[in-house]
């Protein structure tokens, strides 16, 4: 389990914009858990855009009116008989709040009120809710957060991409199709933060180096590479100045190594799969000329008494595999980072 503050670190490099305002004294807070994190996080982030103004599209509505205005509806107009009364059926466009994505944030304020979040935290929320009264609420199991936003709009994305995370976090779905709270982190959703923290946080504090993610394409024989899998990497560090790159797969699993249950030796190996993939990452890298490639596993530590810690060259390529402890005070943590950006210079 991360420690609290240290999920604060890590969402603050995932969500970059969380650290260009006052949301970083956050760090200084105590928090019960991660949902009270989120809360806290979501909570101000919202209440600075509320000053700047609620985000509003122009959506349509149908009203019967005395007044007519817009479009006048004939056939909805016959159809419901307003005649009888003197009105008319219209359709007209309105700039209004009740857009898609203040909906979003709606829902999402009354998810966390009903979460495991302290209760100075949920004043603050309905607080919030007051001033999103004209929007309606949505189902969060059908949002499509697949959603573009301007170069303008970075305090809209770090809310969109917060309630996406308190969402998948909280919102789970039972067997007969009703919802229920959950613990707030998963697995599978710190894994993928942890992806992401590891590959801004050497944007952002490394930017000498190239670090994305990239796309690796099987290097065959004969250009033939139907149902092949995907090659992803999750980061990919590169040095112009020494022609050095470095293949980065995060992993954050329960266990980090691995144990043969028919051998009479206990002692924990490297998980196979993992080795196999980092291997198959660097031998398929499009070497350019000059240019030396390396692999390194890196896995977020566990309890276990044994974490990996070792350097290997196979087959004339240097590939590591290493425990990033999350544990530990986030000045070591960014020591070792740092450390291996350091590697590349």
């Known amino acids: ?20 305002q006052d ?46 205005r817009g479009r006048i509806l004939v056939g909805e107009t016959i159809k419901t008989q307003t005649l009888r009364r003197k009105e008319l059926a219209c359709s007209f466009d309105e700039f209004s709040p009740d857009a898609p994505f203040n909906r979003v944030v709606k829902s999402t304020l009354t998810l966390l009120t009903r979460a495991d979040v302290a209760a100075p935290r949920k004043r603050t929320l309905r607080k919030l809710l007051l001033f999103f009264d004209d929007v309606t609420i949505c189902d969060l199991r059908r949002v499509d957060w697949n959603v573009r936003f301007d170069r303008n709009s970075r ?17 789970q779905t039972t067997a007969d199709g009703a919802t229920r709270l959950a613990a707030f982190f998963d697995e599978q959703t710190e894994a993928r933060l942890y992806e992401r923290f590891v590959l801004n946080y050497f944007r952002r504090e490394h930017p000498t180096l190239n670090a994305r993610s990239q796309l690796i394409l099987w290097r065959t024989d004969d250009g033939f590479s139907r149902r092949l899998p995907t090659m992803r990497t999750d980061v990919v560090l590169s040095s112009a100045a020494t022609r050095k790159t470095l293949i980065i797969d995060a992993k954050y699993y329960s266990r980090n190594m691995q144990t043969n249950p ?55 390529a240097s590939t590591s595999v290493k425990t990033l402890d999350l544990n530990r005070d986030f000045a070591e943590i960014a020591a070792q980072l740092d450390a291996i950006a350091d590697s590349l210079t």
């Open 1 to 20: 389990m991360i420690p609290i503050r240290n999920v604060y670190y890590l969402l603050a490099y995932a969500f970059e914009n969380l650290v260009e």
């Open 23 to 68: 949301v970083k004294n956050v760090a200084t807070e105590e928090f019960a858990n991660a949902a009270d994190l989120a809360a806290t996080l979501l909570g101000r982030c919202v209440a600075t855009q509320v000053k700047r103004g609620l985000r509003r599209e122009y959506a349509t509505r149908e009203i019967t009116t005395s007044a007519p």
């Open 155 to 171: 305090g809209l994305r770090t809310i969109w991409a917060l309630c996406r995370l308190v969402v998948d976090g909280l919102l």
């Open 262 to 316: 028919f051998s009479n030796v206990s002692t924990p190996t490297h998980c196979s799969g993992n080795l196999y993939q980092i291997f198959a990452y660097v031998k398929n890298w499009p070497v350019a000329p000059d240019e030396s490639v390396g692999g390194l596993l890196l896995y977020a530590g566990t309890d276990a008494p044994i974490q990996p810690n070792d350097d290997y060259r196979i087959c004339g």
